[in-house]
């Protein structure tokens, strides 16, 4: 029996016989040798001082890379020219942007880059790559999924609504509870980011005794959906860097008493948000990088909030 056609025999000996890359065997122990180290789960150094991931990149979970931090899409499958993880390992080593930075690591070979740019060529494919997805890398860190088992919020809480999981979902969202039997959600919003309006907030309503850990960066959301916020009070982590939320919707969140971690880097927010802030006495991390909250600003939040870190870079 005739196997192959011509025409396909004819490409497979004029194609190098590669398998595709696999990104835990080829992929990962390039990252993880060069970049993990600045670009994971934030974690306490030895000071006992919170080292964010550096901006806001983590490389720790497929949703994570692909998400990228603030500048937009860590890894576009297909896309080489818009995935930022590329893209930075190809600056000349004296460019300000370079990855790893100069001094800090050695740069990439060009076999390694070449690589990178296969993987994401082929569609940058995880395979049975999970990472892990904890909030923080300390254990002893506030707020960690592990610790959340014998969590009071866990409490009182009941099934979220199949059917409204499905839609969000369907837009893109990553969703989960936060551990294997809790009803408590992680909700993640990591594709089609300028899709997600204050629109996709208000489907998240019927999930407002739900919802622990919500990530919005780099959506199109406003004040509006920070008054809905307001009302998830289950809420422990929310990230909205990069979105256009100013001090009004900082103001919404004022009922959110047991939120531990607000990331609100890259938007107008300013210290006349910090007088809700302060009032939030669980609140144990607070990112304004590339916002209005000055200097000063941060240091007086961190000091009304003990054993907090505040940071604006
Ligand atoms: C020693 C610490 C350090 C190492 C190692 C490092 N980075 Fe970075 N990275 C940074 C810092 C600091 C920033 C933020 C400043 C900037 O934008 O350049 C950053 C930013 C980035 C950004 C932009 C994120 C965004 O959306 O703004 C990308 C992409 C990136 N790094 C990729 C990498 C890759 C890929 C590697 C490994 C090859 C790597 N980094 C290794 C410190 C590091």
């Known amino acids: 029996m005739l196997r192959f056609s011509l025409p396909s025999l004819f490409l497979a000996a004029s194609l190098p016989?590669?398998?595709?890359?696999?990104?835990?065997?080829?992929?990962?122990p390039v990252l993880g040798k060069a970049c993990a180290e600045c670009h994971k789960a934030p974690q306490k150094d030895s000071s006992g001082k919170v080292q964010n991931p550096k901006g806001g990149l983590r490389m720790d979970a497929p949703s994570h890379l692909l998400k990228g931090g603030s500048g937009g899409a860590g890894i576009e499958p297909g896309d080489p020219d818009k995935s930022l993880v590329y893209q930075r390992v190809l600056l000349p080593q004296e460019h300000e942007d370079a990855m790893p930075p100069k001094g800090k690591g050695k740069p990439l070979t060009f076999a390694e880059t070449e690589i990178v740019k296969n993987w994401i060529l082929e569609?940058?494919?995880?395979?049975?790559?999970?990472?892990?997805?904890?909030?923080?890398?300390?254990?002893?860190?506030?707020?960690?999924?592990?610790?959340?088992?014998?969590?009071?919020?866990?409490?009182?809480?009941?099934?979220?609504?199949?059917?409204?999981?499905?839609?969000?979902?369907?837009?893109g969202a990553v969703v989960g509870p936060v551990s294997t039997d809790s009803k408590l959600l992680r909700i993640e919003f990591v594709a089609n980011t300028s899709t997600i309006t204050d629109k996709t907030v208000d489907l998240l309503k019927p999930l407002a005794g739900n919802i622990t850990d919500l990530d919005l960066s780099n959506t199109k959301i406003t004040d509006a959906s920070m008054a809905t916020i307001g009302t998830f009070t289950k809420?422990?982590?929310?990230?909205?860097?990069?979105?256009?939320?100013?001090?009004?919707?900082?103001a919404s969140l004022k009922g959110l008493v047991n939120l531990d971690s607000l990331n609100a880097h890259s938007t107008q927010v300013s210290d006349a948000a910090l007088a809700t802030l302060q009032s939030l006495r669980k609140l144990k991390q607070v990112h304004f990088w590339k916002s209005r909250v000055s200097a000063d600003g941060a240091k007086s939040l961190q000091k009304a909030l003990p054993g907090s870190s505040v940071s604006i870079d």
């Open 123 to 171: 569609g940058a494919k995880f395979g049975d790559w999970k990472g892990s997805d904890a909030a923080t890398t300390a254990a002893t860190a506030p707020g960690s999924p592990a610790k959340r088992t014998a969590d009071p919020l866990a409490a009182g809480v009941t099934e979220a609504p199949a059917d409204v999981l499905k839609k969000i979902a369907d837009l």
């Open 235 to 250: 809420l422990t982590r929310l990230s909205i860097g990069g979105t256009s939320v100013t001090d009004a919707g900082i």
């Open 17 to 28: 016989a590669t398998a595709e890359i696999n990104f835990r065997t080829q992929v990962l």
